[in-house]
Antibody
Framework: QVQLKESGPGLVQPSETLSLTCTVS????????VSWVRQPSGKGPEWMGR???????AYNSALKSRLSISRDTSKNQVFLKMNSLQTDDTGTYYC????????????WGQGVMVTVSS | AIVLNQSPSSIIASQGEKVTITCRAS???????LHWYQQKPGAFPKLVIY???YRASGVPSRFSGSGSGTSYSFTISRVEAEDVATYYC?????????FGAGTKLELK
């Protein structure tokens, strides 16, 4: 069955870089896109960016200068790196499978809580 | 960015009652690109309705959606206790994809 699982540090210092990994199973990264979505506590989700099935990327313009998404298809992994973290980057970070048609997020990981604090 | 305005922000309903949530977009969206998610406390968002009116796999028939252009709605025909959650609309029509602020459904 389709599964996504995020991993990474739960605590990041301000101004440091966040590195997260999404490990997927049950589908191929060369057939589906994977998006990263984050959600501050008590607020709505925010789409961050996407790794297309063909290896291309797309980013939310609000985060583009700080964000990088890459992948390793041999390991079924998608990576997120975001630099210059601030306290308002605190929240839960999810990776999601995205259907190309409709750009809908049909499967989600459990999420990883990231706190930016010194 | 396309802004999605959801209303109401919260609903208190009785079991068996019909509830409707509205999602209004700041620009027109193709109906293929408007989706609804359910998020229960402490859990990830779960896809409920995609492309305006199609129920995701395993979703009960009491959930439905409709709309076009800039106005969309999500309805639960008879609320059950397990439907207590926050519901979000999302548009995948243009970058950046955006979500509504959410509608919190509680039981009376």
């Amino acid at each position: 069955q389709v599964q996504l699982k995020e991993s990474g540090p739960g605590l990041v210092q301000p101004s440091e870089t966040l590195s997260l990994t999404c490990t997927v199973s049950g589908f191929s990264l060369t057939s589906y896109s994977v998006s990263w979505v984050r959600q501050p506590s008590g607020k709505g989700p925010e789409w961050m960016g996407r790794m297309w099935y063909d290896g291309d990327t797309a980013y939310n313009s609000a985060l583009k200068s700080r964000l990088s998404i890459s992948r390793d298809t041999s390991k079924n992994q998608v990576f997120l790196k975001m630099n210059s973290l601030q306290t308002d980057d605190t929240g839960t970070y999810y990776c999601t499978r995205e259907r190309i048609r409709g750009s809908v997020f049909d499967y989600w990981g459990q999420g990883v809580m990231v706190t930016v604090s010194s | 960015a396309i802004v999605l305005n959801q209303s109401p922000s919260s609903i208190i309903a009785s079991q068996g009652e019909k509830v409707t949530i509205t999602c209004r977009a700041s620009s027109s969206i193709s109906s293929n690109y408007l989706h609804w998610y359910q998020q229960k406390p402490g859990a990830f968002p779960k896809l409920v309705i995609y492309s305006t009116s199609y129920r995701a796999s395993g979703v009960p028939s009491r959930f439905s959606g409709s709309g076009s252009g800039t106005s969309y709605s999500f309805t639960i025909s008879r609320v059950e206790a397990e439907d207590v959650a926050t519901y979000y609309c999302q548009q995948g029509s243009s970058n950046p994809y955006t979500f509504g602020a959410g509608t919190k459904l509680e039981l009376k």
